[in-house]
Every structure is written in structure tokens, then in C-alpha cells.
């Protein structure tokens, strides 16, 4: 049997299946079926399924009981092939993909489904032109023409697999939910925000500090309302061009503190209050829809539910089913770990070999034991923050680290001169809108003849940064580490659903360097273990074979708010 096969939603409501040779074409007949959980549980030893998108597919399976341990989610391909051919934000559907190889019109990408609440999606929901198992196939056998023009084919497999391994985490997480009590949530608003009022206006706690706030200006106030807010301020002779917290709360008024308290309170009410309960949670489970590969940098991002941003007093309703556990586990200073490995800086190799403190063996190296100094400077290489301080302290990093603030600093002169920059498998950051034969550079390393993209206009993404080539810089030199880490933590997912696999253990959420794992009390030093271990497998994946370590620090509790 092939270790690869296609799996192709038909107009009919079947599915199309078919073997895939090593160069990605079909190695024996399209045969239609009636049934895709049948056609998936009748080939148990295949080892890669290869389809158009995870999100289309999985949620249907998984919903009948089948689990596929791999796949090739076309699409997550075509993005990531774009953007290292310098293409990023064109079409990236499988239709825009097989006009672009047939010559003709590209169509435009469909609009992202907005999010239901509790809703579930059909398998093979038209989105966009459909797309038939043999041009399909064709789509295929083309993206692994591309992935081998690339400069490091390898990386590349190595990404798209990662990527397309993160799909099907996002899509079983989506399944699984996160185990949420709604009692609990009630009580916790009532305590924070006292009784609703009839007619849905604002709770009575933000109704007495909107009266204290108004109180305090001597005026109706609409603290709800930053421009009155403001405005107030001026009329008491203090001018503040925003109520951000650290613009306000240094102001000697007496408004400040309740606005403070009132602005805290309304995010809670507005963003997690008893709507969003109502909207987002579903027989003890928080389902936010998770969306892998969400933004320029690989993180993930959530279509509705604000999943990941949930204030830690709110934390206090994710609570573990009786029996259970939450194992939280908190990659620990995981950016400057990255940096180390991607510019092979042999000092700071050696620090991140350690699994203390690097920022404390940082400040012993370069800031005569001040820690909080030497974490300034890294966070400040990795983040732009050059100036002032910033720059004495990246002088000091930079003499005893040098090809780790070579590193950044590359990245950010190819953000600023309008070049293509890379993380470590090939993830690739778009640059400004720009024209000509100018040549590409991965982060730090010259590029070939091979890997030069001429002609192609090339639009900077919007909302990542502004069209300033400063800021360019600042988000490029950024890109590399976040870009890099987000590639390992794909990898990091991978090995622990692969490790849990045989385990009632389930993978229930995730954001950047955090990981929660829901499991029976029994298997929680199993997970605890398997993480470590999927910390280890990744980071050799990823980079290679360097010092550098990627511990965890983790909680096993039976409520998200007392995780460490």
C-alpha cells in the first residue's frame, strides 16, 4: 500500500481517494466512496493523508471517532511556499494554486467563515471553486517541485509537515474543548461585577464606579468613553492624550482610581461577562476555534472567543473534569533559548544549555550580576529596544554575545532595505512593497543565485507594522526569534500528541509558550514527562543537534488559576 493518499471532498457529498507516488503524483487510480470516515478507517497503515484543508476535513472525522496521525494540509503548504517565493498575501486556496499552474485567472481567496458558537461545521463545506481530486493531485505534485527549489528543501518538508501536524492539533483541541465551569464563571462575575440590571446595561459595581468617577470630575462622565474621559482631565487642568494605565496612574485625582478599577472590570464584562459565557460555552467546554499558522509569524491566533486572552481571574472557572488534571506547563525564557540556537553564538549556546535561570547566567557573563539589566538587553536585541539604555546595554551584549546580536541586527538591516528575511526552517517574513531583480537574503546568511526572486512585487503586511523602514527593521529583527520559536513549538505539538496518542490524556489549549494537557490524575506525571521529552525531540528537529535546552516549567492542578 502507499504510504501516502489523497483524500479529495467531491460536489457529490463522497469523497475521492487515491495513492500518491514519491513525486507527488497518483500512483493508481481516483476511486470515489461514499463515506470519508470508511475510506480513512480502511487504510489503517497509511502514513500521510494528503487534502486540500485540516479545517475542512478533520472536524467530521473526529467526530465519528477517526483519528489520522498524519497529514499534508495543501493550503498551510501554499502559504508557507508563497511567502518564501516572496509572494506572500496572494490567493492561497488550492483553486488560486492550480490557476497560478494552469496559467489562467487566479481567484480571490474566500472570506474566513466567522465563527458560531457551538456550531458545527460540514465535512467538505464549500468554500471557494471546488476543486477535483485529479487537479488536486496536480496542486500536490507541483508544491513538492517548489519545496525542493528552495534553498534548504529539508527545512522546508520539515515545516510544511510541522505546520500541517499543528492543523490537526488546532482541529482536535477545537473537538476536545477546554473544560470550563459555567457555575463557577457566574459566581465569579457576580462577586467582580454585582447584580445585572434588567435591559442589559452595566452591571451595578461599573454603575457605582462610573458614579464615583463622575463624581470626582464634578460632572457626568462616560468612563466608557476615552475622548470624555480625556476631555475631563483637561477641564480639571491635566493633559493626558489617553487613559492607558501608565499615562493615568501616576495623576494625583482623585478619578484615578476608580477609573482604573472601572476600566479593568469593563474588559471582563465586555469581553468574558455572561454574553460571552452564554455565546461560548457549550456543555463544560470553551470551544474558541483555534487557528494554527494565524499570523505572519506562524502563532496562532482564535476565530471568536478571545481564547487567548482570558484574564487570570477568570481562569478560576477552567477547572478539571473530577478525576482529572490540568498539566499546564510554561516553556521558561523560550525566545532567548531560540536566538541562541538560530545564531549558533557559542557563549549563549552554552548559557541556554542550562535549565536555570539564563537571564541570571546572562548578567554573571555581561552585567556584573545584574539580572534585571541582562534581561532588558536580551529582550531589547530581540525586540528593537535601541535607544537610550536600550543601546548601552546591546553594546555590553553584543561584546560578549556577538553573533547573537549579529543575528538580529542582519535580520533587521534586511527588514529595513525591503529584503525577504527567513526563520531557521524557512518561514518567511514579507517585506515592503518593492520591485526589480534585488536579491533575497535568509536572516544572517546570503542567499544563492538559485534563491533570487526577480520582479515580483511584494506587499508589506498590514497591521504587523507600519510601512516605516524603521519599523520594518524592528519587526523583521523580532520575526526571526518569534518565527523560529513558533516553527519549534509546532514541532514541540507534534511529539506530544504523538506521545499521548495511547494515553485518554487531551491536548486542550495553547498560545505561543504555554501548553494545557487534560488527563485523568493518574497519567499526569506521564504527560509531565512527555513534554519534557517532546521539549528535547523538538528542539533537536528544529535546529539540529546544539546545547541549547527547552525546559518547562509545569503545574499539575485542578484549576488553571493555580498553575504556577
Known amino acids: 500500500m ?61 467526530a465519528t471517532g477517526v483519528r489520522v496521525e498524519r497529514c499534508y494540509d495543501i493550503e498551510a503548504a501554499e502559504t508557507l511556499l508563497l511567502g518564501h517565493e516572496g509572494r506572500y498575501g496572494e490567493p492561497r486556496s488550492a483553486a488560486a494554486a492550480l490557476a497560478r499552474l494552469r496559467g489562467g485567472p487566479v481567484p480571490p481567496d474566500p472570506p474566513q467563515r466567522p465563527a458560531e458558537p457551538g456550531a458545527q461545521s460540514p465535512l467538505f463545506e464549500p468554500r471557494g471553486v471546488h476543486v477535483p481530486a485529479p487537479d488536486l493531485i496536480a496542486v500536490y505534485a507541483e508544491q513538492q517541485r517548489r519545496i525542493e527549489a528552495t534553498a534548504h528543501p529539508d527545512r522546508m518538508r520539515l515545516l510544511i509537515a510541522a505546520e500541517s501536524a499543528g492543523m490537526l492539533v488546532a482541529a482536535e483541541m477545537n473537538h476536545a474543548g477546554l473544560p470550563w465551569r459555567a457555575d463557577v464563571h457566574r459566581a465569579l462575575l457576580h462577586d467582580l461585577l454585582g447584580e445585572r440590571y434588567a435591559g ?162 546572562v548578567s554573571e557573563r555581561a552585567f556584573s550580576g545584574d539580572r534585571a539589566q541582562a534581561k532588558l538587553a536580551v529582550l531589547g536585541a530581540i525586540y528593537g529596544q535601541t535607544s537610550g539604555d536600550g543601546l548601552k546595554n546591546l553594546a555590553a ?68 507594522a507600519s510601512t516605516d523602514a524603521r519599523a520594518r527593521g524592528r519587526f523583521a529583527r523580532n520575526f526571526v526569534v518569534q518565527g523560529s520559536a513558533a516553527d519549534w513549538a509546532l514541532l514541540l505539538l507534534a511529539a506530544l500528541r504523538r506521545a499521548l496518542a495511547d494515553m485518554a490524556a487531551e491536548l486542550v489549549f495553547f498560545q505561543h509558550d504555554e501548553v494545557i494537557v487534560h488527563c485523568p490524575e493518574e497519567e499526569a506525571q506521564a504527560v509531565v514527562t512527555a513534554i519534557r521529552e517532546a521539549a528535547r525531540l523538538a528542539g533537536r528537529l528544529t535546529f539540529g543537534e546544539t546545547p541549547v535546552r527547552f525546559p518547562f516549567s509545569t503545574s499539575v492542578v485542578e484549576c488553571y488559576a493555580d498553575a504556577k
Not at 54 to 62: F, I, K, M, Q, Y
Not at 291 to 301: N, P, Y
Open 200 to 361: 442589559g446595561g452595566e452591571p451595578r459595581r461599573l454603575a457605582e464606579l462610573a458614579e464615583e468617577i463622575s463624581a470626582a470630575f464634578g460632572r457626568r462622565v462616560r468612563p466608557d468613553l476615552p475622548a470624555d474621559v480625556v476631555k475631563a482631565f483637561a477641564q480639571a487642568g491635566i493633559k493626558v492624550t489617553s487613559t492607558r494605565r501608565w499615562e493615568i496612574e501616576h495623576i494625583d485625582h482623585p478619578a484615578v482610581k476608580p477609573l482604573l478599577e472601572y476600566k479593568k472590570l469593563y474588559r471582563i464584562w465586555v469581553a468574558h461577562g455572561w454574553s460571552w459565557l452564554q455565546d461560548w460555552v457549550r456543555d463544560g467546554r470553551f470551544r474558541p476555534e483555534f487557528l494554527a499558522g494565524g499570523t505572519v509569524t506562524g502563532r496562532w491566533v482564535t476565530n471568536g472567543g478571545g481564547g487567548l486572552q482570558i484574564p487570570k481571574v477568570i481562569r478560576r472557572a477552567v477547572v478539571a473534569d473530577p478525576g482529572w488534571r490540568l498539566v499546564v506547563a510554561d516553556a521558561d525564557q523560550m525566545e532567548p533559548r531560540v536566538l541562541a540556537a538560530i545564531s549558533r553564538d557559542p557563549g549563549l549556546m552554552e548559557v541556554a544549555g542550562r535549565e536555570s535561570d539564563l537571564y541570571q547566567a
Open 2 to 62: 502507499a504510504d501516502r493518499w489523497l483524500l479529495a471532498g467531491a460536489e457529490d457529498g463522497g469523497v475521492d481517494v487515491a495513492p500518491l507516488g514519491p513525486d507527488g503524483l497518483s500512483a493508481g487510480p481516483v476511486r470515489r466512496e461514499a463515506d470519508p470516515a470508511a475510506a480513512v478507517r480502511s487504510r489503517p497503515g497509511v502514513a500521510r493523508w494528503v487534502w486540500r484543508s485540516t479545517a475542512e476535513v478533520c472536524p467530521r472525522l473526529l
Open 397 to 464: 551584549l553584543r561584546r560578549r554575545f556577538p553573533r547573537a546580536v549579529a543575528c538580529v541586527d542582519d535580520a533587521a538591516r534586511a527588514g529595513e532595505e525591503g529584503r525577504l528575511v527567513r526563520t531557521w526552517l524557512g518561514r518567511t517574513c514579507p517585506p515592503a512593497a518593492r520591485t526589480g531583480d534585488d536579491a533575497t537574503e535568509e536572516a544572517g546568511v546570503p542567499v544563492t543565485e538559485e534563491e533570487q526572486d526577480p520582479g515580483a512585487a511584494r506587499p508589506w503586511v498590514p497591521g504587523y
